[in-house]
């Protein structure tokens, strides 16, 4: 079976923007994690869906140099939120206006 | 025979006085060692060194007395003081018949002062300073008079002028003081600048800085008349200041806020004549330039007339004799105007014997009546003080002009000048020869004789050293004239080295002009008398205005302060307050202000919501991205 390429893509960019206004909108910190993991899938996928199409096999090395980022990325990211949590026994990104010029 | 060191011995042992007194009063300036500096000690070394200056100045003179004319010259070349390029200064000393005149009668006045000082400022609790001071003025007039060039001389000009400003403002507690200090010093300034333009354009014109050279230089010139006319006047800028000539007087008569042996030394017999050394010590130059000599007459006959018309009507014992001062000053420029210098030399010496006397009997007076210096609250103490009253008297005969004392042969010998000179500058000194019997006579008269007025003080004669210098001033005051007789003056043929041969053709003229200012000045005096012979202070008086302008010292200072001090207060509230902080400030502040107006905009963008952040950061993406691809792809 022979998928369209626009399709493939089209999938892909929603995606995408379904992970960027996660991380744009939700307020909890585990979500926005969440999302950006969504975003950086996103970009696999269209990745490889180019290496397809174009024969060319390059795309697929740079998905795995992504993927080995993503997960350090997510490790370091779930490190942070959980000391955070332990700290301010919150997640939400509204409560860490801490750098924030005083009104 | 003495040579050049002891010249330069004779001019520093007022300043080793300066040093030992000055160290001894540091040391011992605490106040629970200040009774160890005291005014015996302080004044004995004052006075000694003085003393040593004196005898070795009088050595000098009788020595020049034995030589020819051309020998009497003493030179000290010293060593290089400034040396730039074509300018090369010397610190060189030079001892002639002038100088040797005017060392004499400051060493001498000097020494006299110092001891009656010792006196005088018996409870002043800083002695120590005081004569410090004094050896130190000492030190700088003689540096004046002995110095051999501009810069010298100029070192001196400046040094009496700072002695002068600190022993004014001596009692520095009272504020008055210190500001009369500040007003001479800052009024001598605007002289001292004529002075130094003077000397600069003397260097430009002349190339030399030196007395000697200078007189070559002035000889063999050609087209510098210009130059000399400007030279001349801007000296004479910086005599009127120093001497106290119309507009730059006004000094003099605040500066009696100083001690009184301070106004009998500096005030009247030595600093404020040195204008009249200088011009007498340039006159090869002054006589080139005429116009100068003109003006130098009618300022000296005009300050005289208008000094002499405001110390008619003064309370204060020593602004009379201040005014007196000015009025006697003014006299001597007169007769160097009229080019004969010799003349005004000649009253330099009487005057500083006879004024020095007057202050020195005052500041008896004003001792004696602890500190009472308001004429009306005196009379009558010839009976308390029979041996000040008989000095002053003497004085008092001296500058009325009375022959044979001394101030007739002076004062009689600039009137016969000026005859010549001009008829009007004539009878200008002599008016004022009839006014200045009348307010020595109305001093005379109200402080020694008549009933006495002051019934709770109790008055005491001074004591041996306050009267010792006014027997010996009596002395000179009274027989210093004979220095200058008509047709045989001794002092006009000692000063031929410096001024020429005089030429006197006798023109039957000299008795009836010596007539007349003896009957102007007994005319005055009897005047005098007639009117305060039954004085009532609380008596109007005969010309309530006038007089009530005179007394007011002819609102010159109002006036002067309105002119100056209230304009210049003006233009800087309009500079503070229109163009600093309106428009400097202004500028600057709105700068600032403007900053932080734009600052407050971008601070709405901090937020602390890190999703903010991030949105800014894909919008960037997204412009810079729209940018590549549309604009420049």
Known sequence: MIVESWILLSFCALIFCVGLLGVLLRRNLLVILMSIELMLNAINLTFVSFSYQLQDIHGQVCVFFVIALAASESAVGLALVIAWFRTMKTTDTYAMQYLRESP | MMGSSAMVGMVLFPWMGFLINGLGYWFFQSSSHQKKWSSAVAGSIGTLCMLFSCVLAWNFFFQFLGLPAEARVLEYAGFSWISLGKLQVDLGLRLDSLSSLFVCVITLVGSLIHLYSIGYMKEDPTPGKFFAYLNLFCFFMLILVLGDSFPVVFLGWEGVGLCSYLLIGYWYQDQAKAQAGKKAFLVNRIGDFGFLLGVFLVFTTFGSLAFEPLKHAVLNAVGVERSIQWICGLLFVGCMGKSAQIPLYIWLPDAMAGPTPVSALIHAATMVTSGIYLVTRLNFLFTLAPWVLHTMAWVGAFTAFFAASIALCQRDIKKVLAYSTVSQLGYMFLG??????????FHVITHAFFKALLFLGAGSVIHGMHEEQDLFKMGGLRKEMPHTFLMVALGWLAICGIPPFSGFFSKDEILGHAFHGSWGLWALGVITAAMTAFYMTRFFYLAFLGRSRH???????????????????????????FLGIPHASWLEHWLEPILGLSIHEP????????????????????????????????EAQAFPRLAHFLEHQGYVNEGLHTLFVVALQRVSFFAWSVLDIKWIDGFVLGVSSLATQLGGLFRLLQTGVVQHYLLMVLMGLLMSTGYWMYVQG
Not at chain 2, 459 to 469: C, F, I, K, T, Y
Not at chain 2, 513 to 524: D, N, Q, Y
């Open chain 2, 336 to 345: 160097c105007g009229v080019g004969a210098f010799g003349a005004g030399v």
């Open chain 2, 455 to 481: 019934a709770s003080v109790h008055v005491h004669e001074s004591g041996w050293n306050m009267l010792m210098p006014l027997q010996v001033l009596g002395f000179f005051s009274v027989f210093a004239g």
């Open chain 2, 507 to 538: 023109n039957g003229m000299e008795w009836p002009l010596m007539f007349i200012s003896v009957l102007a000045a007994v005319l005055g005096m009897t005047w005098s008398f007639s009117k305060y012979r039954r004085f009532d202070p609380c």
